[in-house]
């Protein structure tokens, strides 16, 4: 018998964007690599990161933002049983922010969650379920 492993947040990831294509067709969503994975060694991913930030790149910033007529949902990805304290300073800090502009923040483990936060965010849901 395997050993069941619980995904990992970019497998949780790709698991809320398949949810997407499926119960949101009509929703845009991207990607924001905060997280991103730069190429070469420490000094080289080092200037890189210091580059994306100087072009604007926030960190703490949300994974997924979904843009529909009239509505924005930002989305925050982490793997099944996170806890609070996974949640980075930078990432509290952009989250309350967004919240204060009118954007609440979910911080989701599954496409059943983000499906939920998405229904009621007002996006447009074909009712086809996570």
């Known amino acids: 018998m395997k050993n069941y492993a619980p995904p990992n947040e970019r497998q949780t990831q790709r698991a809320i964007l398949a949810m997407m ?3 949101f067709p009509t929703v845009f969503v991207t990607h924001v690599p905060n997280g ?3 190429a070469g060694g420490d000094v080289s991913r080092f ?4 580059a994306l930030k100087g072009d604007g ?3 703490g910033f949300p994974d997924l933002i979904c ?3 009239h509505g924005h949902a930002p989305i925050e990805v982490k793997r099944p ?12 800090a952009v989250h309350q922010t967004l919240a ?9 483990t599954s496409a059943e969650e983000a499906l939920a936060f998405l229904v009621a965010r007002g996006a ?3 009712g086809v379920p996570a």
């Open 36 to 38: 991103a994975h730069l």
């Open 124 to 126: 447009p849901w074909n």
């Open 81 to 92: 049983g996170y806890s609070p304290s996974q949640v980075s300073d930078a990432q509290k």
């Open 57 to 59: 790149l926030k960190a």
């Open 67 to 69: 843009y529909w007529n």
């Open 100 to 108: 204060e502009c009118g954007y609440p923040v979910a911080v989701v």
């Open 47 to 50: 200037k890189q990161m210091g």
């Open 21 to 23: 294509g499926r119960s």
